[in-house]
C-alpha cells in the first residue's frame, strides 16, 4: 500500500514540476546561504582552534615579560634551576609568516608536530639547518631560510614551527624568548615567581585563543545574516508546501476515502517531504559550498585585517559541516510543513474543501495577534534585554513580527483604498512571497543604513584621528633617534606613538601615551568627558578611556583605574574609537614612560603643513635612512583603513544581494503558481469581454501595486532594523554605539530595485497569461460541475 | 448476511432533526438494491455509515458480521480498500494519475492487483484508447466510466453508489447503469445504487424509499 501511495504523491510532482522546483531551489537556495556561512565559520573556528593548539593559547598558563618585551635566556635557566617545569616560546615573522620557536624536549605534548611522534626525526629537528614545519601553502610563500621543509597540514595556517633555537637564527634574535608555558605539574618545592623574577608575570589559560574570542562577535553577525537567508528561503518552501497542500486536497480526500487510513497517509507525505528535503539539502550543501569559497577570501583579509587572524584559504568537507546542513534542510521543511500536517490531521474526510476563505480569515487573525505579540517581546527586550543574544533575539522577534504583520496591514490598506476584490484576494496567495521581500527589503535598508552610517562616522573619525601629516616608523631606538634629530628641525611637532598591551580592569586592553599637544585636544571628540579633561590629564590627573573600554568594564566619568599596585587613576573622559576591538587607556607621556622605562616608541606622527611634507619625507630618507616603507603620509593610512572597512563589508553586502535575489524568486515562483489556480477566477472575466492582453496587463499592475506597497512597510521596519543593529547589536558587539544617519536616495534605489525585481517577476506568468489557450480558459466552464 | 443496519441514527451538530432517524435494513450478498428519495432526505449519509466512511450517532452497522461502530479510521480504512467499494458522484479520480494508474489504483491498495481483470474491466467500460490519458481530459462519462472500473477491481464484496449517473444524460446512463449492473452480478458482490431517478431504480430487483431519514 505504501508504494502505491508514494508513486501517486510522486504523480502530482510529475504533473507539477514547476511546484516541485520551487520547493526544491527554495530549499535548495535557503541551505545554501546557511550553509555557506556555516562552512566559513567552521574554517575560520579550525585555524582558531589549530592557532591555539600549536601556540598553546588555549590550554596552558603563560608566562611573560611585565614591559612587554623579551625575556633573557638566563631568566629562563633560572626558573628551570629554581624547579619551574616551563618551555619557551619565541615568535616572529619573516615575510608575513608567522614563525614559532619551540623547544621539543620541554614543551608539552600536543603543541603541533613537535611532540615527536613516529617519523619525526629528533636529531634533525634540534641540530644542523634544522627542520620547519607548515601547511605546503606556507611553505611556499617563505624564502629559503637553509631549513629541511616538512609538510605537516596540522599546523595552524600562515605559520611555521620550528625548534626554538632554529627560530632565534632566523629571526635574527638570539638568546630571547618571548614567553614561557607552564607547565600543569608544577612541583610543589618550587620558588615563588616573584622571588626568581619579579619582572615576569603569569597568566592563565584563556580556554580558547585569543582570536576566538575577539572574533566571535564577527561570526555572530555572519550566523545572524545565514539564519535571515534561510528564513527568507523558508518562506518560499512554507508556500511551496501549502499550494501544494492546497492543490491535492481533493487526491488526498479521494486516497482516504479508498482505503488509505490517515496516519498512514501523514507519514507517508512526511517520508514524501524528507526525501524531497534532502535532495535539495544536497543541492544547497554544494552550492553553499561555492558560496563559501566564492567568500572566503574576503573574509579571510577581513578577519586578517580587523583581527589579525590567520585563515585557511581554503575550504575543508567537514562531515559535521555537511550533516548540519542537511538537518537544517530536514528542520526547515518540518518547520514549513508542520501547518499543513496540523491542518491534514484535522481534514475531514468527508468535508475535504473546506471554504478557503473562511480559514484564511481565520488564519489572518490569528497571524495578526501573533505578529503584535512579536513585536511587542522585540521592542521589551530593545528596553530590558542584555548581551548579544538577546540583541538577535529582539531582531528575529522584530524581523518575523513585521512579517507577520504584512498582510493584514496590505488587506487593510487596500480596503481603505476601496481597491478592487481581485487585487484584494490576490494578497492570502502572494502574502508568503510578499513576506520573503518584506524581510529583504528590510534587511537592506537595514544593513545598509548600518554600513553607511558607520562609514560616515568612520570616514570622519580617520579625518579627525590621523591629524598627523607624515607617520614614520623606526627599526630599533638608534633610528628612532635619528628620526627625531632630523624632524626636530622640519616638524611643527613630533608625536611618539607609544603602546603596551596589558590586561585593565579585567579586560585586554592597550595603554597608550599622548603627548600633551593640540594635535590631540583640537581632534579627539569626547563622547563624555568631565570638565577641562584634557588639562587634568597633561597634570597627570586622570586618564581617558575609549568606548569599548567604557561600556564593557561599566566604568563611568570618575571612576578609579588601576594601571599598576600603586598607580589608580580616574576616568576623565570618553572618546569614540571606532575600528579598535580592545579597549584602550590614554595616560600622559611621562607617566607612560614612568610605568614602563624599557618600550621605546619607535613610531612617530610628525606635524608640518602639507606643502612640506614632501620635503620632510625627502630630509628622513636621506639623512635618516628611512625606507619609502617607513613613511607613510595620511592618505595612505586613511586609504588603507577605508580599504579595510569596505572589505569587512563585502560579506555583508554580497549576502545582502542574495537575500534579495531569494525573494525576487520567492515572488516569481508564487506568481507562477498563483497563474495556475487563478484561472476559474480569471475565466469568467475572460469570457464577459476581457481580452487575455488586458488580463495580464492587469495582473502585471496588480503585482506591482502589491510590491509597492510592501516596499513602502519594509522602510520603516529596515529602519527599525539598522537602530537595532547600531543601538543595541553593535554596543554588544563591538562595544561602541554609533549615530544613525538616513540615506534617502539608497532607500528610493532600492524601492525601485525591488519593483523591478518584482515586475521582472511578474512579467513572465502575465506573458504566459496573455498567451493562454482559449481552450484552457473555456476548460473551467467544462470541469465545472 | 452481508449487510445488516439495526436501528442506525445520525444527526449533525447545530441540527435539530436527525437525518436518519432508526434506519433499520438487510442485504444479502449477489443482491442489488435502489435506494431513491428527495434531496435532503439522507441517501448519501446512509451510504457514507455503511462505506465507513461516517459514524452513525446509535444503533449498528454491521458488514459480513462485523460491526463497524467501534472501528477507529485504520480499521475502517481497511474495510473501504478491500470489502467495500464506493463510486461517488462527484468520481474521486486522481488527478496526477493516468487512467490505468486510476483504475489500478485501489486494487493496489487492497492488494489484489490483477492486470488482465484492470484490462478486461477497461475493455468493457470503453476505456481502451484512454487509458493513458488524464481525467481532465476526459469527459464526464468517461471519468464516470474510470470510477466505476475502480471500485470493481479489487473485486469487493459490496458496491456502493451515490448517483452514479448523476452528469450522464438518459442514453449514456442507461448504457452505464446496464454496465454496472452487469459486472456487479458477474462478481456476486451486492449493490445498493442511489438514484433520484425512478426510472433507473426501477431496473433494479429491490426498492427502497427514503424520507425524512426513515426507510419506506
Known amino acids: 500500500m505504501s508504494w502505491t501511495v508514494l508513486a501517486a504523491l510522486a504523480s502530482y510532482w510529475r ?70 617545569a616551563v618551555s619557551p616560546v619565541i615568535e616572529g615573522r619573516i615575510d608575513g609568516v608567522r614563525i614559532v620557536g619551540l623547544e621539543p624536549l620541554t614543551a608539552p605534548g600536543g603543541l603541533g608536530p613537535v611532540n615527536l611522534g613516529a617519523g619525526t626525526d629528533l636529531g634533525a629537528f634540534l641540530t644542523g639547518p634544522g627542520q620547519i614545519f607548515a601547511r605546503a601553502a606556507t611553505l611556499d610563500r617563505l624564502p629559503v631560510l637553509g631549513a629541511q621543509r616538512v609538510i605537516a597540514p596540522d599546523v595552524a595556517p600562515n605559520t611555521v614551527l620550528t625548534d626554538i633555537g632554529i627560530a632565534q637564527r632566523l629571526l635574527g634574535r638570539a638568546g630571547q624568548i618571548d614567553r614561557l608555558i607552564v607547565l600543569p605539574d608544577q612541583p610543589i618545592t618550587r620558588r615563588p615567581l616573584s622571588d626568581i623574577a619579579p619582572d615576569l608575570a603569569q597568566a592563565t589559560p584563556q580556554g580558547g585563543g585569543d582570536v576566538a574570542r575577539l572574533t566571535d562577535s564577527f561570526h555572530l553577525n555572519l550566523t545572524a545574516f545565514g539564519l535571515l537567508s534561510f528564513a527568507v528561503g523558508l518562506f518560499i518552501v512554507h508556500g511551496a508546501i501549502g499550494l501544494a497542500f492546497e492543490q491535492r486536497r481533493p487526491m488526498i480526500r479521494s486516497m ?8 498512514r ?17 544536497a543541492i544547497g550543501i554544494a552550492l553553499g559550498y561555492v558560496i563559501a569559497a566564492v567568500l572566503l577570501p574576503d573574509v579571510a ?102 512579517a507577520l ?149 561599566k566604568l563611568d566619568l570618575g571612576d578609579a583605574i588601576a594601571l599598576a599596585p600603586d598607580v589608580r587613576l580616574p576616568v576623565l573622559g570618553v572618546y569614540g574609537d571606532y575600528g579598535n576591538s580592545i579597549g584602550q587607556v590614554i595616560v600622559t607621556e611621562a607617566l607612560f614612560r614612568s610605568l614602563y622605562p624599557d618600550v621605546t616608541a619607535l613610531r612617530f606622527g610628525l606635524r608640518t603643513t602639507p606643502d612640506e611634507a614632501p620635503a620632510l619625507r625627502a630630509a628622513l630618507r636621506t639623512e635618516a635612512g628611512l625606507s619609502e616603507a617607513a613613511m607613510i603620509d595620511q592618505a595612505a593610512i586613511k586609504a ?37 489556480i487563478r484561472l476559474p477566477q480569471l475565466a469568467p472575466v475572460w469570457a464577459l469581454g476581457l481580452t487575455r492582453r488586458r488580463l495580464a496587463l492587469l495582473d502585471l499592475l496588480r503585482a506591482l501595486v502589491l510590491a509597492a506597497l510592501t516596499a513602502v512597510l519594509a522602510l520603516p521596519l529596515g529602519l527599525a532594523l539598522a537602530w537595532a543593529l547600531l543601538a543595541v547589536v553593535n554596543v554588544e558587539a563591538f562595544g561602541w554605539r554609533l549615530p544613525m544617519y538616513l540615506f534617502p536616495l539608497d532607500y528610493i534605489r532600492l524601492t525601485a530595485l525591488a519593483l523591478l525585481a518584482a515586475a521582472l517577476a511578474a512579467l513572465w506568468p502575465a506573458w504566459r497569461l496573455s498567451r493562454i489557450p482559449p481552450a484552457r480558459l473555456l476548460g473551467v466552464f467544462s470541469n465545472e460541475r | ?151 470493481l477491481a479489487p473485486r469487493p464484496k459490496l458496491v ?54 426513515r426507510l419506506t
Open chain 1, 15 to 84: 504533473r507539477n514540476p514547476l511546484q516541485l522546483v520551487t520547493l526544491l531551489v527554495g530549499l535548495a537556495l535557503a541551505t545554501a546561504l546557511w550553509s555557506g556561512v556555516q562552512a566559513i565559520n567552521a574554517e575560520a573556528r579550525s585555524s582558531y582552534d589549530a592557532a591555539a593548539a600549536t601556540l598553546g593559547e588555549g590550554s596552558y598558563a603563560q608566562i611573560t615579560a611585565r614591559d612587554g618585551g623579551a625575556i633573557a635566556q638566563q631568566e629562563y635557566i633560572a626558573m628551570r634551576r629554581a624547579g619551574w
Open chain 1, 256 to 263: 482516504r476515502a479508498l482505503g488509505v487510513p490517515l496516519g
Open chain 1, 265 to 281: 497517509l501523514i507519514a507517508l507525505m512526511a517520508v514524501e517531504l524528507a526525501i524531497l528535503a534532502l535532495i535539495a539539502g
Open chain 1, 301 to 402: 583579509a577581513t578577519l586578517r585585517g580587523l583581527y589579525g587572524a590567520d585563515l585557511s584559504g581554503q575550504l575543508t568537507l567537514r562531515p559535521a559541516w555537511w550533516l548540519s546542513g542537511l538537518a537544517i534542510a530536514l528542520g526547515g521543511t518540518a518547520v514549513a510543513a508542520s501547518g499543513v500536517f496540523w491542518s491534514l490531521a484535522r481534514m475531514s474526510l468527508l468535508s475535504g474543501a473546506q471554504p478557503r476563505a473562511l480559514a484564511m480569515a481565520q488564519r489572518g487573525g490569528a497571524q495578526a495577534a501573533l505578529a503584535m505579540a512579536l513585536l511587542t517581546l522585540s521592542a521589551v527586550m530593545a528596553i530590558w534585554g542584555e548581551g548579544l543574544l538577546a540583541g538577535f533575539a529582539m531582531l528575529g522577534a522584530l524581523l518575523i513580527g513585521g
Open chain 1, 405 to 553: 504583520a504584512l498582510p493584514p496591514l496590505l488587506a487593510l490598506v487596500l480596503k481603505l483604498a476601496e481597491a478592487p476584490a481581485r487585487t484584494r484576494q490576490q494578497v492570502p496567495g502572494l502574502s508568503l512571497a510578499l513576506m520573503a521581500l518584506l524581510l529583504a527589503m528590510a534587511a537592506n535598508v537595514g544593513v545598509s543604513t548600518m554600513v553607511s552610517s558607520f562609514r560616515l562616522t568612520f570616514v570622519g573619525f580617520l579625518d579627525q584621528r590621523l591629524a598627523s601629516e607624515l607617520y614614520v616608523s623606526a627599526e630599533d631606538a638608534a633610528q628612532a633617534a635619528t628620526i627625531v634629530a632630523v624632524a626636530s628641525d622640519r616638524a611643527d611637532a613630533i608625536l611618539p606613538i607609544l603602546s603596551v598591551d596589558r590586561t585593565v580592569a579585567g579586560l585586554p586592553a592597550e595603554i597608550y601615551s599622548a603627548r600633551d599637544h593640540a594635535t590631540y585636544r583640537d581632534n579627539w571628540q569626547f563622547l563624555r568627558a568631565m570638565p577641562d579633561a584634557w588639562n587634568r590629564l597633561a597634570r597627570g590627573k586622570g586618564v581617558l578611556i575609549n568606548e569599548q573600554m567604557f561600556r564593557r568594564a
Open chain 1, 640 to 676: 588603507l583603513s577605508l580599504s579595510v572597512f569596505e572589505r569587512t563589508f563585502t560579506v555583508t553586502t554580497a549576502l545582502n544581494v542574495l537575500t534579495l535575489a531569494v525573494a525576487g524568486f520567492a515572488i516569481l515562483m508564487s506568481l507562477l503558481t498563483l497563474a495556475a
Open chain 2, 1 to 151: 448476511m452481508l449487510l445488516n443496519l439495526q436501528d442506525v441514527f445520525k444527526s449533525y451538530p447545530g441540527t435539530e432533526t436527525a437525518v436518519l432517524g432508526g434506519v433499520s435494513l438487510e442485504l444479502q450478498s449477489g443482491e442489488m438494491l435502489a435506494l431513491t428519495g428527495e434531496s435532503g432526505s439522507g441517501k448519501s449519509t446512509l451510504l457514507h455509515l455503511i462505506g465507513g466512511l461516517d459514524t452513525a450517532n446509535s444503533g449498528r452497522v454491521a458488514i459480513e458480521g462485523k460491526d463497524l461502530t467501534p472501528l477507529n479510521d485504520a480499521g475502517r480504512a481497511t474495510l473501504r480498500r478491500g470489502t467495500v467499494g464506493v463510486i461517488f458522484q462527484q468520481f474521486n479520480l486522481i488527478p496526477s494519475l493516468t487512467v490505468a494508474g486510476n483504475i489500478a489504483f485501489q486494487a493496489r491498495l487492497a492488494g489484489r492487483h490483477d492486470q488482465a481483470h484492470d484490462r478486461d474491466l477497461a475493455n468493457r467500460l470503453g476505456l481502451d484508447e484512454h487509458l493513458h490519458k488524464y481525467p481532465e481530459q476526459l469527459s464526464g462519462g468517461q471519468q464516470q466510466r474510470v470510477a466505476i472500473a475502480r471500485t
Open chain 2, 160 to 213: 456502493l453508489a451515490d448517483e452514479p449517473t448523476g452528469n450522464l444524460d438518459e442514453a449514456s446512463a442507461d448504457a452505464v447503469m446496464s454496465l454496472l449492473r452487469d459486472l456487479v452480478e458477474e462478481t456476486g458482490a451486492g449493490l445498493i445504487l442511489v438514484t433520484h431517478s425512478e426510472r433507473l431504480a426501477a431496473r433494479l430487483p429491490r426498492r427502497l424509499h427514503l424520507r425524512s431519514g
